[in-house]
C-alpha cells in the first residue's frame, strides 16, 4: 500500500502524547512534513514501515518522535542505524534536544571514538542505541553490548548503507534482534537490495512515499558544465567569485579533497575538507567550522552527501561526478532544504557524458548544459589538483597504488 502526500497544519492530529507535543512547540517545529505526517501516526500503531523521502524532509522526527513515545510506555529499547559517524551524531543531537528534558539517555556508537566510553554508556543502559553497524557488530562480538532488549528498529539512509559495503552487517545484526520488533527502514531510492530487505525482515511492510524513488529535490536548480579536468580548478575559481553563501564541494577522493582545498584557499576563500582521513575530532571541527560561517567553502567526498545538516547552503558543486546516479541525489539535497531554493553545479569531462546519462535517467529531467564562461589565468597553485581524480585514467595517487573505485573506500 502506498500512501499520497498530505500535510496538516500541525502536529496535533497525529496522536503524539502531549508532552511530546509541548517540546515540539517549544523548538519551534509547527507543521510536520508530509514523511512525518504520514509516519508518525503509523509508527505509533506498531506498524512496519518503509518510507522513501529525499533528503532534508525530516526523517529523523519521523522516525524519532514514535520511537521516544513508544518508548516512554515499555521498557523495550531503540536502535538506530545510520551509515556514517557524522549522520549518527547529528541524529543523537535531534533525539536529545527532545527527549533531553525527560531524561533520555542515549548510546552513539561509532568508529573514530573511544570504544571505552561507548561501553560505559551501554552499561547506564541507555533506552536508544545510535550506531552505524560496524561499531555495533564489533561490540556485539566482544559481547560488550546486548540487543534483547531492542524492540524498536531503524534503518536510516538505507541505500546508502548498502553503497558502501554493510548489508553483511546489516544481516548479522538482523540475526541477533529479536524476532519479536517494529522496524522502520528509510531511504532516498528504492534499488532491489532495499525490497530484499524489507521482504526478509519485516512484517508487512506499509511503504509510504513521499517522493517517487529517485526524485530529486524540488528547490534545487541544476546546471550542468562540460569541461576538461584541466580547467575544472579554473571553472570552480570563477564559480567561487561569482557566488555568494556557502559552498559545498564534492570530490571522488581523498587526495583530490585535499587538493582542491589547497587551491580555494589560494583563491582568498576559507575553506576546510573532510573526508575518512580525517580523525572524528577533525571531521566535527569542521562541519562545526562550515555552520558557524568559519569556513565558507567545505570540500568533501561522499561522507558528506548525507552526513551533515546545514542550514541555507547556497550552492553545491559536483567538482567529480559520483561514483553511481543515487549518490547524485544525496550530494544535490544538501542545499535547497526545508523549501527554500538552492542550486547544483556539476562538471562532466567529455567521457562522462553517458554518467550525466545515468543521472538523467534517474532524476527524469535533462540538466541544462551551459556555455563555459571565460576563465581566469591558471594559477600556479592549480597543478596537480587533478592527480588521480577523473574516470577511466591510469593516474596513481602519490602512495604509488592505483585508485580503489569501491564507493565507501575514498571517504
Do not use: W
Not at 229 to 249: N, P, R
Not at 356 to 364: H, M, N, Q, S, Y
Amino acid at each position: 500500500m502506498t500512501q499520497t502526500n498530505n500535510v496538516v497544519p500541525s502536529f496535533n492530529a497525529l496522536g503524539i502524547a502531549p508532552e511530546l507535543l509541548g517540546i515540539l512547540n517549544r523548538l519551534q517545529f509547527n507543521s510536520p512534513t508530509p514523511i512525518q505526517h504520514q509516519c508518525i501516526p503509523a509508527a505509533l500503531d506498531g506498524k512496519d514501515i518503509v518510507g522513501i523521502a529525499q533528503t532534508g524532509t525530516g526523517k529523523t522526527l519521523a522516525f524519532g518522535v514514535p520511537m521516544l513515545q513508544l518508548l516512554s510506555q515499555n521498557n523495550g529499547q531503540g536502535l538506530i542505524l545510520l551509515p556514517t559517524r557524522e549522520l549518527a551524531l547529528q541524529v543523537n543531537e535531534v533525539l536529545q534536544n527532545i527527549g533531553r528534558s525527560f531524561g533520555l539517555r542515549t548510546a552513539v556508537l561509532i568508529g573514530g571514538a573511544s570504544s571505552h566510553g561507548q561501553i560505559m554508556d551501554i552499561r547506564r543502559e541507555p533506552h536508544i542505541l545510535v550506531s552505524t553497524p560496524g561499531r555495533l557488530i564489533d561490540l556485539a562480538r566482544q559481547k560488550k553490548l546486548s540487543l534483547k532488549k531492542v524492540n524498536m528498529v531503524v534503518l536510516d539512509e538505507a541505500d546508502r548503507m548498502l553503497d558502501i559495503g554493510f548489508m553483511p552487517a546489516i544481516k548479522q545484526i538482523f540475526g541477533i534482534l529479536p524476532r519479536e520488533r517494529q522496524t522502520l527502514m528509510f531511504s532516498a531510492t528504492m534499488p532491489s537490495a532495499i525490497a530484499e530487505i524489507a521482504a526478509r525482515y519485516m512484517k508487512m511492510p506499509l511503504r509510504i512515499e513521499v517522493a517517487p524513488s529517485g526524485t530529486a529535490a524540488k528547490n534545487v536548480e541544476q546546471e550542468l558544465f562540460i569541461i576538461s579536468k584541466e580547467a575544472k580548478i579554473q571553472l570552480l575559481d570563477k564559480i567561487l567569485s561569482d557566488t555568494s553563501g556557502t559552498v559545498l564541494v564534492f570530490s571522488r577522493t581523498k587526495f583530490g579533497a585535499k587538493k582542491i582545498t589547497t587551491n580555494v584557499r589560494a583563491m582568498g576563500h576559507a575553506a576546510i575538507e573532510i573526508h575518512s582521513n580525517k580523525s572524528l575530532a577533525q571531521r566535527k571541527a569542521a562541519l562545526e567550522g562550515f555552520k558557524s560561517g568559519r569556513f565558507r567553502v567545505l570540500v568533501a567526498t561522499d561522507i558528506a552527501s548525507r552526513g551533515i545538516d546545514v542550514k541555507d547552503i547556497s550552492l553545491v558543486v559536483n567538482y567529480d561526478l559520483p561514483d553511481n546516479a543515487e549518490g547524485y541525489i544525496h550530494r544535490i539535497g544538501r542545499t535547497g532544504r526545508a523549501d527554500k531554493f538552492g542550486k547544483a553545479v556539476s562538471f562532466a569531462t567529455p567521457e562522462e557524458r553517458r554518467d550525466v546519462r545515468d543521472i538523467e535517467r534517474l532524476i527524469k529531467k535533462t540538466i541544462p548544459v551551459l556555455a563555459l564562461p571565460i576563465l581566469p589565468p591558471r594559477r600556479a597553485v592549480y597543478v596537480g589538483v587533478d592527480r588521480g581524480n577523473s574516470r577511466g585514467q591510469n593516474n596513481r595517487p602519490f602512495n604509488g597504488r592505483n585508485r580503489n573505485r569501491n564507493f565507501g573506500r575514498h571517504q
